[in-house]
């Protein structure tokens, strides 16, 4: 009988026939990348890089979006009137007070060409451009009382009875060199009287020549998809310029409206008349009478 080998605990099992090496695996070769992964590596390196959104750089004022407006289902937006409510009456109004924010920003700016740097005066050299001489605008004006007490109590009694006055906001602007009143006078709510709603709007200050301009437009154009302008003309012996403008609703004849415009030296003077047609105590006439009755104690009442 053949004894079977014994296992040397020192040197493992005993090989029974070749063996086939373990292939080396050495720094400088590599497993090679599948055929689709390298293609896609190449594709990737030839796409653009993505373009920002937006230049860089904080945008200006002017590139912000504009808040959206009222709904489009016909539903109002929040504490606006529906879509058929004609605020008609306040329209002059509001066309006023735009041309009133604008004229602020033409006197701050010199219309007139007076420098607007407190210390400075026209002309005076500063590193800049020599500004031109000041326009000759006339009398300067340097004072006036507090909006409700532009127009007289007897001139009120005779023009807007049972009206009361609501001062602005503006009467008390502290912008320099420049004054603004801008009181109403208003029918008393259940007062049982027709509607009545005059409003005034007075400002010394530079730039008077173009504010008065401006508003001349504003009350000739501002209005016209609602209103048919049925005067316009010039007013002699009331400033140095003056002009009137009466319009009647297209929709609601019942409302009308006389505008008179005038200017003194720096100061301009707007009042604004609204009325209903369907009291037989006022017309055209009287409407446009009352309107420059108002300018004429505006400007009576600065100095």
Do not use: F
């Not at 026209?122 to 451009?129: D, L, R, V």
């Not at 906001?169 to 208003?186: G, H």
């Amino acid at each position: 009988m053949s004894e079977t080998p014994q296992m040397n605990p020192q040197q493992g099992p005993a090989r029974t026939g070749p063996t086939r090496p373990l292939p080396q695996r050495t720094a400088e070769t590599k497993p090679a990348a599948p055929a689709h992964a390298a293609q896609a590596h190449a594709a990737q390196a030839q796409v653009p890089p993505p373009v920002p959104a937006r230049p860089p750089g904080a945008p200006s004022a002017w590139s912000q979006q504009v808040p959206a407006g009222p709904r489009q289902d016909g539903a109002p937006a929040a504490g606006r009137p529906r879509a058929g409510a004609r605020a008609w009456l306040i329209g002059g109004g509001a066309a006023l007070a735009v041309a009133a924010v604008v004229g602020v920003v033409v006197a701050m700016s010199g219309g007139d060409g007076e420098s607007t740097v407190a210390g400075r005066p026209p002309g005076a050299t500063g590193g800049g451009a020599r500004p031109p001489a000041p326009e000759d605008v006339g009398k300067t004006y340097t004072k006036a009382p507090e909006g409700c007490d532009l127009i007289k109590p007897a001139t009120l009694a005779r023009i807007a009875p049972g009206t009361e006055c609501v001062p602005s906001e503006l009467d008390k602007s502290k912008i320099a060199s420049m004054i603004t009143r801008m009181p109403r006078w208003e029918t008393r709510m259940g007062s049982g009287g027709s509607m009545l709603n005059m409003s005034v709007h007075l400002s010394v200050g530079p730039g008077s020549k173009g504010m008065y301009d401006m508003y001349k437009k504003s009350a000739l154009t501002a209005l016209k998809d609602m209103q048919t302008t049925t005067d316009s003309r010039s007013v002699g012996d009331l400033g140095d310029q003056a002009h009137v403008v009466h319009a009647v609703d297209k929709k609601l004849g019942s409302l009308a409206q006389a505008q008179v415009i005038v200017r003194s030296g720096n100061a301009v003077i707007t009042v604004d008349y609204s009325y209903d047609t369907r009291d037989s105590a006022k017309g055209e006439k009287q409407s446009e009478d009352a309107a420059v009755a108002a300018a004429r104690d505006v400007l009576g009442s600065i100095r």
